[in-house]
């Protein structure tokens, strides 16, 4: 079945750096998907980026379909983006999540 | 109200004992999902209703128990809670089939400590 990579597994930046984001899978994803868990809260859906380039505010979305990854660039990083980002496909008719990269920002 | 609701937020058991998960939204989703999340581990797929229909994972077949009495409710069921169940349930729903486009909802989850 489908598997999926995030790296990096935490990641920690100052107020206003960039963070990128990447996720691999190991077959052709069809419903590629970034969520977030604030500490504490539940899990949110970002955004559905099974190819191309996708924005919706801070966020821009990557996926290169024929290699199988994805990135999530999220730009001038605020404090309230801490928590944890995590990637999921549907390939297989099975919903498949990575294990997550932990982001940490300080003010 | 596009929330969806688990109770409790924490949970207590014994080993060996029968635990009884709820979840609950008001969105008339189709498909309702449950997810076992352990600490530094992906979230597993356990068993998701798509109306009426139950499907359950081949790897977690026996272990988990399931009902939907009516399209807001979905339980899930541990017969007899091992240590190995400590771990957070996340309840997830959406319009339509199970891995259509539509999108996921997330409850806060429960947090079940088996003891």
């Known amino acids: 079945g489908q598997q999926v990579q995030q790296s990096p597994a935490s990641l920690v930046l100052q107020e206003g750096e960039n963070a990128e984001l990447q996720c691999n899978f190991s077959s052709t994803a069809t419903q590629l998907q970034w969520f977030y868990q604030s500490p504490g809260g539940s899990l949110v859906s970002l955004l559905s980026n099974p190819s191309g380039t996708k924005h919706t505010g801070r966020l821009t979305s990557t996926t290169v379909t024929k290699e199988r990854r994805s990135s999530l660039h999220i730009s001038s990083s605020q404090t309230t983006d801490s928590g944890t980002y995590l990637c999921?496909?549907?390939?297989?008719?099975?919903?498949?999540f990575g294990k997550g990269t932990v982001l940490l920002v300080s003010p | 109200d596009t929330t969806v609701k688990q109770n409790p937020r924490y949970k207590l058991a014994r080993v060996g004992k029968p635990v009884n998960l709820i979840c609950s939204q008001t969105?008339?989703?189709?498909?309702m999902y449950w997810y076992q999340k352990k600490p530094n581990q992906a979230p597993k797929l356990l068993l998701f209703?798509?109306?009426?229909?139950?499907?359950r994972e081949a790897d977690t077949f026996e272990k988990f128990q399931s009902s939907r009495p009516n399209n807001s409710f979905c339980s899930l069921y541990i017969g007899s809670a091992g240590l190995e169940y400590s771990a957070m349930y996340l309840c997830?729903?959406?319009?339509?089939?199970?891995?259509?486009?539509?999108?996921?909802?997330f409850g806060h989850g429960t947090k079940l400590s088996v003891l």
């Open positions: 999921a496909d549907s390939g297989y008719n099975k919903l498949t």
């Open positions: 997830a729903s959406t319009l339509g089939q199970a891995y259509s486009n539509e999108r996921l909802f």
């Open positions: 969105m008339n989703h189709d498909t």
């Open positions: 209703y798509y109306d009426k229909i139950l499907n």
